[in-house]
C-alpha cells in the first residue's frame, strides 16, 4: 500500500492527533481528501495522486485507479449541505485520468459505471454506462472501453487497427 493510501486511511483514525498529522502530510501533496469519503477496497493512486481533490459525499468502489490532478465532487461546493446523499458515484473498476473534473448535485448524482474510462483533462457533469470511455469538455461518450482496448493490442501487435464490427455473426469476426 502507498503512503498516500495510507495517510488517506489514517484519516479516519480514532486519535485527532493521528488525523491531523495526516492532513498535513497530504497536504504537501497537494491532496484534499476528507475522511468522510467512502472508499472500496483496491484503491490505485497513480503518481501519488498530486493534486488529487476529493470533496466530501463522493463514494467510490473497488478497483478504482485515480490519476492526479483529479477533482471529483459537487458541482457547487460553496453551499453547505446537511444531507448525506453522495453527488459523485465511482463504480467498480473505473479509470478517472489526469486533470479530469466530475462533477454532481445531490439531486442528479454523477454516476460512472463500472470499467468505465474518464479521459485525461474531462470535464463530465452526466452519469456514464458501463464500459463506456468518456473525453472531452464537456466530456461525451467517444467510445466502448472493449473497442479502445482491442484497438489498442493489435497496434502494438503491429497490426493497423480494424474497424471493430458490432452486431455481428461470431463466424462474421
Same mark, same amino acid.
Not at 460553496?78 to 485520468?97: F, N, T, Y
Not at 452526466?126 to 472493449?146: I, K, L, Q
Given at each position: 500500500?502507498?503512503? %498516500?493510501?495510507? !495517510?488517506? /486511511?489514517?484519516?479516519?483514525?480514532? *486519535?485527532?492527533? #493521528?488525523?491531523?498529522? +495526516?492532513?498535513?502530510?497530504?497536504?504537501?501533496?497537494?491532496?484534499?481528501?476528507?475522511?468522510?469519503?467512502?472508499?472500496?477496497?483496491?484503491?490505485?493512486?497513480?503518481?501519488?495522486?498530486?493534486?488529487?481533490?476529493?470533496?466530501?459525499?463522493?463514494?467510490?468502489?473497488?478497483?478504482?485507479?485515480?490519476?492526479?490532478?483529479?477533482?471529483?465532487?459537487?458541482? %457547487?461546493?460553496? !453551499?453547505? /449541505?446537511?444531507?448525506?446523499?453522495? *453527488?459523485?458515484? #465511482?463504480?467498480?473498476? +473505473?479509470?478517472?485520468?489526469?486533470?479530469?473534473?466530475?462533477?454532481?448535485?445531490?439531486?442528479?448524482?454523477?454516476?460512472?459505471?463500472?470499467?468505465?474510462?474518464?479521459?485525461?483533462?474531462?470535464?463530465?457533469?452526466?452519469?456514464?454506462?458501463?464500459?463506456?470511455?468518456?473525453?472531452?469538455?464537456?466530456?461525451?461518450?467517444?467510445?466502448?472501453?472493449?473497442? %479502445?482496448?482491442?484497438?489498442?493490442?493489435?497496434?502494438?501487435?503491429?497490426?493497423?487497427?480494424?474497424?471493430?464490427?458490432?452486431?455481428?455473426?461470431?463466424?462474421?469476426?
Amino acid at each position: 500500500m502507498s503512503v %498516500v493510501l495510507r !495517510l488517506i /486511511r489514517a484519516r479516519r483514525s480514532r *486519535s485527532r492527533l #493521528v488525523r491531523r498529522v +495526516a492532513l498535513e502530510l497530504l497536504a504537501l501533496y497537494g491532496i484534499d481528501w476528507p475522511e468522510t469519503v467512502e472508499i472500496g477496497p483496491r484503491l490505485s493512486l497513480q503518481h501519488r495522486a498530486l493534486g488529487t481533490m476529493v470533496l466530501p459525499h463522493t463514494r467510490i468502489g473497488a478497483d478504482v485507479t485515480l490519476y492526479q490532478g483529479v477533482m471529483l465532487g459537487d458541482a %457547487v461546493p460553496w !453551499l453547505h /449541505r446537511r444531507d448525506e446523499r453522495p *453527488s459523485v458515484i #465511482v463504480e467498480d473498476g +473505473a479509470v478517472i485520468c489526469t486533470g479530469a473534473v466530475v462533477a454532481g448535485s445531490p439531486d442528479r448524482p454523477v454516476i460512472i459505471g463500472r470499467d468505465s474510462v474518464i479521459g485525461a483533462n474531462a470535464v463530465l457533469t452526466r452519469s456514464t454506462g458501463v464500459g463506456e470511455v468518456w473525453a472531452g469538455n464537456p466530456a461525451r461518450c467517444v467510445g466502448r472501453r472493449d473497442e %479502445v482496448e482491442a484497438r489498442a493490442l493489435a497496434r502494438a501487435a503491429g497490426h493497423p487497427a480494424a474497424p471493430v464490427v458490432r452486431n455481428a455473426s461470431p463466424a462474421a469476426r
